[in-house]
């Protein structure tokens, strides 16, 4: 059974600072997702990430995968109150279930 | 985007009786829809993966019987609990995956349905 690591899995911050979330594994995924959730709502795709040390930016969160395709990283610059939510990352390994890992999310709060 | 609905989006029901979600693809058709259930505050517990036409795949510990699954067409998959208890109470959420035009390994997420047993 694959496993993703996610930490840290609570963290609360004040607008403006930065922070990172990791999601580690030993194993090897052809593709990994970032998702936010809000309470009571379903995730939202924010990216995927296929290639070995790729990054992708979206405003400010930046994404990187690592060279061996077995961790990942979402950075947040300045962080502001409605960045506040649920981060799911998500690896698949491949095949034609289109089935994903989820690691144990990080809930994030950022106070005004 | 691919867009995902589920019905319905909250529910409050007896003990004991049965309950249907839908997800519905709104305007693709997905190969591959899968089931989660997410307890509070907590990351997404995959519970079965179904396939257009063919039996649901469930995952260790979850009860097939209890938990039945229905992939009739590529744009809608139900799923009902039967004979629901108090501890089936959760949020459980959908998903359709193998979209044409889109990677893959890419899953779009239904917004959930908040499900209550008394």
């Known amino acids: 059974t694959q496993l993703l690591e996610q930490s840290p899995q609570f963290l609360s911050i004040q607008e403006g600072e930065n922070l990172t979330v990791y999601c580690n594994s030993s194993?090897?995924?052809?593709?990994l997702q970032w998702y936010r959730q809000e309470p009571g709502e379903g995730p939202v795709l924010l990216v995927t990430?296929?290639?070995?040390?790729e990054v992708k930016k979206l405003k400010r969160l930046t994404f990187q995968f690592g060279d061996a395709r077995k961790d990942s990283s979402l950075h947040i610059t300045a962080a502001q109150p409605g960045d506040t939510g649920l981060y799911l990352c998500?690896?698949?390994?491949?095949?034609?279930?289109?089935?994903?890992?989820f690691g144990k999310g990080t809930l994030l709060t950022v106070n005004p | 985007g691919a867009v995902v609905s589920q019905h319905p989006s909250w529910v409050i029901c007896k003990s004991g009786t049965s309950v249907k979600i839908e997800c519905r693809s709104l305007?693709?058709?997905?190969?591959?829809m899968f089931w989660y259930r997410q307890f509070p505050k907590q990351s997404l517990m995959l519970m079965a993966t179904?396939?257009?036409?063919?039996?649901?795949?469930?995952e260790q510990g979850v009860e097939k019987d209890k938990f039945l699954i229905n992939h009739a067409s590529l744009t809608l998959s139900t799923l009902t609990v039967t004979s629901a208890h108090p501890e089936d109470s959760s949020f459980y959420i959908c998903?359709?995956?193998?979209?044409?035009?889109?990677?893959?390994?890419?899953?779009?997420f239904g917004p959930g349905t908040r499900l209550t047993v008394l």
């Open positions: 179904s396939n257009e036409g063919s039996k649901a795949t469930y």
């Open positions: 998500a690896g698949n390994s491949g095949g034609s279930n289109y089935k994903l890992t």
């Open positions: 990430v296929v290639t070995g040390g």
């Open positions: 998903s359709a995956g193998g979209l044409t035009g889109i990677p893959t390994d890419t899953q779009y």
């Open positions: 194993s090897v995924f052809s593709s």
């Open positions: 305007d693709f058709q997905a190969t591959t």
